[in-house]
């Protein structure tokens, strides 16, 4: 079964408008849920989330992490045309000692109308 | 300036035939690792290296294989045991095995003919 969920898979605003998007996982020995943005070609890095309750902010976008009820959410304010991407969460785990892997979720693809 | 360099960024092939798709970093990263994208999912880890001469299966291994001779470069073969390779390829790289956040080429776009 899918270890890291997101939703919705796909969100159409206006611009202006205001998204959450939902990340939520369950997974062994967490070490860090990372969220990345993905236009056409190379995910870029957004944030890294490592403690729960601390958000992170970048200009528009911010994010935060749960790690009691296992999810984090990805607000972006005021969109603009340019934040449609799909956004990709990752979820950095070990099924056991120093091992850790990166595990994606399916993305959820933002389209920001003008 | 500092990346990775996937090349070619579009690739063919027939049955029956194994290709290799090129990945070159310049960051001095120790780690680097192949996904494979398809459409209306997440990134798939195929496999990693941690370091020279070393390299680690991931979750979808079968009908690929890869070599770590040089500490810049990470080529993947898409061998011809793999049944269905249509798909868009991601190399990325981070200084160790286990250090967030990964960066990532701009991929390379296999498709059959």
């Known amino acids: 079964e899918d270890k890291v969920v997101q939703s919705p898979l796909s969100l159409v605003v206006h611009e202006g408008d205001t998204v959450t998007l939902n990340c939520s996982y369950e997974v062994t020995n967490f070490r860090s849920l990372l969220w990345y943005k993905q236009e056409k070609k190379a995910p870029t890095f957004l944030f890294m989330l490592t403690s729960s309750g601390i958000e992170k902010k970048s200009g528009r976008l911010s994010s935060i992490l749960d790690k009691k009820e296992l999810f984090s959410i990805l607000n972006i304010t005021a969109t603009q045309t340019g934040d449609s991407a799909v956004y990709l969460c990752?979820?950095?785990?070990?099924?056991?000692?120093?091992?850790?892997?990166?595990?994606f979720g399916k993305g959820t693809l933002l389209t920001v109308n003008p | 300036d500092g990346g990775i360099t996937q090349s070619p960024k579009y690739l063919f092939r027939k049955e029956g035939q194994n290709v290799t798709l090129s990945c070159e970093q310049n960051l001095n990263h120790d780690a680097m690792y192949w996904y494979r994208q398809d459409p209306g999912q997440g990134l798939r880890l195929i496999y990693y290296?941690?370091?020279?001469?070393?390299?680690q299966k991931g979750d979808i291994a079968e009908g690929y294989s890869v070599s770590r001779e040089k500490k810049e470069s990470f080529p993947l073969t898409v061998t011809s045991a793999q049944k269905n390779p249509t798909a868009f390829y991601l190399c990325?790289?981070?200084?160790?095995?286990?250090?967030?956040?990964?960066?990532f080429g701009d991929g390379t776009r296999l498709s059959i003919l």
């Open positions: 990325a790289s981070s200084p160790r095995t286990g250090h967030q956040p990964q960066h």
């Open positions: 990752a979820v950095e785990w070990s099924s056991g000692g120093s091992n850790y892997k990166l595990t």
């Open positions: 290296s941690q370091i020279v001469n070393d390299f």
